[in-house]
């Protein structure tokens, strides 16, 4: 076989499991950053640094807010069928070109990456984050080589063309390009709904494990954190009902 079929293969099958590299980036994040608490001299921030530490894991929350509004923007602006969250086969009815999609190939996933990173940073552990890039770049590198294959075949030159001026991942913000279709808060909503939710129980479940690995209770918690995921989590429950019982979110062509 070659390579390149290889490499189709590969990112196929990953793109059809792609939601298991979250859980695998949580088990080991969260035991790493117990383990951080339990053993404070293997934090990367040493001595003087420290007076940094409670800043530290609002901007690792931070990097996830903009992970989370690099996707809330691209899905925001596309048309149905298209930068979805499915896992059985690639979609895509029309090319995205604009918006995000002018400055760079993979939005989306730029987006996942920026989510994902900030809490593998909350671990403190510096080897994890250089796995944790490299692991990604090679997860994401095949499913994005699958995915621009089924681009490719599918909108033949205009693809083509498409891509060969916009970088596949690192944003070429000079080109951007304002998007075709307007912002659409409903698609987000019936999209993106978890995404907040997930990020907040995610960090409130690492600072209230921190607190009572540190002879502290959940009390000791960050309050932005707790309290956040009880909005959230409220939302959610909303949104879902909304979705499922409702058609308030639905919105033609997208």
Request: hydrophobic share 45%; charged share 20%.
């Amino acid at each position: 076989m070659a390579l390149q079929e290889e490499f189709e293969q590969q990112g196929v099958w990953l793109f059809k499991y792609r939601s298991n590299l979250p859980i695998i980036i949580l088990v080991l994040g969260y035991a790493l950053y117990c383990y951080k608490e339990l053993h404070p001299e293997t934090y990367f921030l040493k001595g003087e640094q420290l007076w940094f530490d409670p800043y530290f894991e609002m901007i690792c929350f931070g990097v996830c807010t903009l992970g989370l509004l690099i996707r809330v923007y691209t899905v925001g602006h596309t048309p149905r069928f298209t930068s979805g969250r499915n896992t059985e086969e690639q979609v895509a009815e029309t090319l995205n070109t604009t918006g995000l999609y002018s400055t760079l190939r993979h939005p989306l996933y730029l987006g996942n990456f920026l989510m994902w990173w900030g809490l593998a940073l909350l671990t403190g552990n510096i080897w994890f984050n250089i796995i944790f890039i490299l692991f990604y770049w090679l997860y994401y590198e095949r499913i994005m080589f699958a995915e621009e294959q089924f681009l490719r075949r599918k909108f033949g030159e205009k693809y083509t063309s498409w891509a060969e001026g916009v970088p596949a991942f690192i944003p070429a913000l000079g080109q951007f390009v304002k998007p075709n279709l307007s912002f659409s808060w409903k698609k987000v909503l019936k999209k993106e709904k978890n995404g907040l939710f997930a990020m907040f129980i995610l960090f409130c479940l690492f600072d209230i494990s921190g607190a009572y690995l540190n002879g502290g209770t959940y009390r000791d918690g960050n309050l932005f954190f707790i309290y956040g995921t009880v909005l959230t989590g409220l939302s959610y429950v909303v949104l879902k009902f909304l979705k499922k019982k409702t058609q308030i979110l639905e919105q033609e062509g997208r």
